[in-house]
Structures are given as C-alpha cells and as structure tokens.
C-alpha cells in the first residue's frame, strides 16, 4: 500500500475514534463509528488476497447493520424524549436496539460469528487494530449508556461470550482465530461489570490491549501464524518465545501476572454487589481459556515439532531489537503490585 494512503487511513482511524470518545451527541458518535468503519476497511483489504476481501466484506456488513441499529435507537429515543444527548437514553426499545448494534460492533455472543473470521482474513498488524483500537468506540457508548441498559440481557450475553470464547478456541491451530476468541472471552469480562462498575470495564480494556499487542506484536516479528509455526521459532529466538509464553499466561489471568488484576478486581466486585453464582461462573469458564493458553505457552517454550512439517520455515528472522515490544513486555507482566492504588482510587 501507498505509505500516503495507508498514513491517511492510519490517521482518519484515529480521528474516528477520538470523535466518538470525544462526543455528547448521537450524531457526532455515529459520524466517528462510520469514520472508523470506512478507514479500517482499506487497511485489511490491502492484500488483495481473496480471503482478506471476504473479511473486508463480512466487515463492512456487519459494521453498516450495527451503525445502522445506532442511528435508529438514537432517532427513536430523540423522538420518544427529546433528547439527543448520549447518557439520556432512556426509552426501553431504544436501548434493547442500542445494546444489539454495539454487541454486534463488538462481537460479543450471538454477534460474534463475523470476527474470528475477519481476523483470520486481516494481516497482523490490522488485527491488532480490530481488537484494540476498534473496540474503543463502542465500548465507550457502553459506558456511557451503562446506567440505562438491561443488566440482565447484558449479563447473559457476557456470560455466553465468556463460554463460546473459551470453549471454541479449544480446537483451533491459527494464531489470529485463537486470539479472536480470547478477544470475545475477555469481552464476555468487560460486559459483565460495565452496569456496576463502569470504571473498572475500562481498566480491563486498557490492560487487555496491552497483553493483546504484546501478543500480536511478537507473533508479526516471529513470523508465526499457526501452532507448527510457533513450535520452531523457539530455535531462533529463545527471549522472545520467553516472554511471549509470559504475556500469553498473563491473559490467561494467572497470578502473579498483570492479567490477573482486573479478574480478581471484577469477581470481588461481582461478589459485593450480591453475585456470587454469576462471579463463580464466569471464574470457572475463563478455565476453558485457560487451557488453549497454557497450549500455546507450551508450544511457544518446550514442544519441539517430532517430525518434518509440510510448510516452509521461517529460517530468516529480523532480530533487530523492538522496544515497542519490551515496554508492552514488562507492562503485561509487572503490573499487578499496583492494585492496590487502583482499588483506592475507583
């Protein structure tokens, strides 16, 4: 891609971004949705692969019905109350409508179909956009909106993500889908806290984003897009499989990593406010993704492959020192003894 063109992709995707977080007004949020929308759709079309333009496609579909359910329940919310200010939706339909289209934006459970697969379709660098800076938005409308939607559809649907997401990276070997369904799992995480502790939903966000580069980043320098790949970079680039296996526990959730601050902050949460089924039911499906976790830690540091592999090896790999990379490293993984300002603060 022309390093204008994808420096003026890069740019109106932030500008996107910044106006939706930025806005009061239905109007100026659905302008930064579609901003967003219409910038990232060249960024993963650019390989003009046939399996990058059915992403680009299922993408675009996807994001023009839930933008479309947007400005539909901000127009039948302004005409029921008059009000066109985000945090005043206050008319039932408008907010079940409102909840679908950023289920739909985000790909929470039964919205989730398009983005396994749209990932699977993306370069590295765009997926790490997709499920990072991309959730922004609409996550942001959720907190702001998080007083006025329905706790329980909401609960149920975190729940279900929590489950699908675990349950369906189980089985499979691509490195971009495996990340896909840890992206809806961690999601299913946020979902469930954002009606009684908005802050905290954005906490979890921050420090997910962070282990998610981490992950991506290092997989785009190793070169690994599936499991067998994985299994024999260890060979060539010993530190850094290291702490890949590190940032991938993290997500996991395991202490005393970063990752399990915002779980362990969320279930004592969960649990104050009267919760304990549901704090012990998410703790117990985020199991499930633990265990495709630890597969990857494990292929990442020890398993050697036993036999010839039919693809070809990535035998060159550019060890030029990325400080993006350590910085994001230690952020993952260091963290946690920070917890208590944050209990104090939120």
């Given at each position: 891609m022309n390093p204008h063109a994808k420096l003026t992709f890069t740019m109106s995707l932030l500008l996107g971004t910044t106006i939706t977080i930025s806005s009061n007004h239905w109007m100026m949020a659905w302008?930064?949705?579609e901003i967003n929308t219409l910038s990232i759709i060249p960024l993963i079309a650019k390989s003009h692969h046939p399996r990058a333009i059915e992403a680009t496609i299922k993408y675009f579909l996807v994001q023009a019905a839930a933008s479309t359910l947007v400005l539909f329940s901000s127009m039948t919310n302004a005409w029921a109350t008059g009000q066109w200010d985000i945090t005043q939706m206050t008319n039932q339909t408008s907010c079940l409508l409102l909840t679908t289209?950023?289920?739909?934006?985000?790909?929470?459970?039964?919205?989730?179909?398009?983005?396994?697969?749209?990932?699977?379709?993306?370069?590295?660098?765009?997926?790490l956009l997709l499920s990072t800076i991309m959730k922004l938005p609409p996550i942001t409308i959720l907190f702001l909106v998080s007083h006025s939607v329905?706790?329980?559809?909401?609960?149920?649907?975190?729940?279900?993500?929590?489950?699908?997401?675990g349950w369906m990276g189980l089985n499979q070997t691509q490195t971009r889908k495996i990340l896909a369904f840890?992206?809806?799992?961690?999601?299913?995480?946020?979902?469930?806290?954002?009606?009684y502790n908005p802050n905290l939903t954005m906490l979890n966000f921050y420090i997910y984003s962070i282990m998610t580069a981490t992950?991506?980043?290092?997989?785009n320098t190793t070169k690994t897009l599936k499991l067998s790949t994985m299994m024999t970079s260890w060979t060539k680039t010993p530190m850094l499989n290291t702490t890949l296996m590190l940032t991938l526990l993290s997500l996991?959730?395991?202490p005393p990593l970063t990752g399990f601050m915002p779980k362990w902050l969320i279930i004592y949460d969960l649990t104050k406010q009267e919760m304990t089924t549901t704090a012990t039911l998410i703790a117990m499906l985020s199991l499930l993704g633990l265990f495709f976790y630890l597969r990857l830690a494990y292929y990442s540091t020890i398993?050697?492959?036993?036999?010839?592999?039919?693809?070809?090896k990535q035998w060159h790999i550019n060890k030029t020192p990325n400080i993006s990379i350590a910085i994001l490293t230690s952020l993952s993984v260091m963290l946690l003894p920070i917890t208590p300002m944050i209990i104090?603060?939120?």
């Amino acid at each position: 891609m022309n390093p204008h063109a994808k420096l003026t992709f890069t740019m109106s995707l932030l500008l996107g971004t910044t106006i939706t977080i930025s806005s009061n007004h239905w109007m100026m949020a659905w302008t930064g949705l579609e901003i967003n929308t219409l910038s990232i759709i060249p960024l993963i079309a650019k390989s003009h692969h046939p399996r990058a333009i059915e992403a680009t496609i299922k993408y675009f579909l996807v994001q023009a019905a839930a933008s479309t359910l947007v400005l539909f329940s901000s127009m039948t919310n302004a005409w029921a109350t008059g009000q066109w200010d985000i945090t005043q939706m206050t008319n039932q339909t408008s907010c079940l409508l409102l909840t679908t289209a950023i289920a739909m934006k985000l790909g929470l459970v039964p919205f989730h179909f398009w983005f396994p697969e749209v990932l699977q379709g993306s370069s590295m660098t765009t997926a790490l956009l997709l499920s990072t800076i991309m959730k922004l938005p609409p996550i942001t409308i959720l907190f702001l909106v998080s007083h006025s939607v329905n706790p329980t559809l909401l609960t149920t649907m975190a729940i279900m993500s929590a489950a699908l997401g675990g349950w369906m990276g189980l089985n499979q070997t691509q490195t971009r889908k495996i990340l896909a369904f840890s992206s809806i799992s961690h999601l299913g995480w946020m979902t469930i806290i954002i009606i009684y502790n908005p802050n905290l939903t954005m906490l979890n966000f921050y420090i997910y984003s962070i282990m998610t580069a981490t992950v991506f980043l290092t997989l785009n320098t190793t070169k690994t897009l599936k499991l067998s790949t994985m299994m024999t970079s260890w060979t060539k680039t010993p530190m850094l499989n290291t702490t890949l296996m590190l940032t991938l526990l993290s997500l996991a959730g395991l202490p005393p990593l970063t990752g399990f601050m915002p779980k362990w902050l969320i279930i004592y949460d969960l649990t104050k406010q009267e919760m304990t089924t549901t704090a012990t039911l998410i703790a117990m499906l985020s199991l499930l993704g633990l265990f495709f976790y630890l597969r990857l830690a494990y292929y990442s540091t020890i398993t050697l492959p036993p036999n010839s592999t039919n693809h070809m090896k990535q035998w060159h790999i550019n060890k030029t020192p990325n400080i993006s990379i350590a910085i994001l490293t230690s952020l993952s993984v260091m963290l946690l003894p920070i917890t208590p300002m944050i209990i104090t603060s939120t």
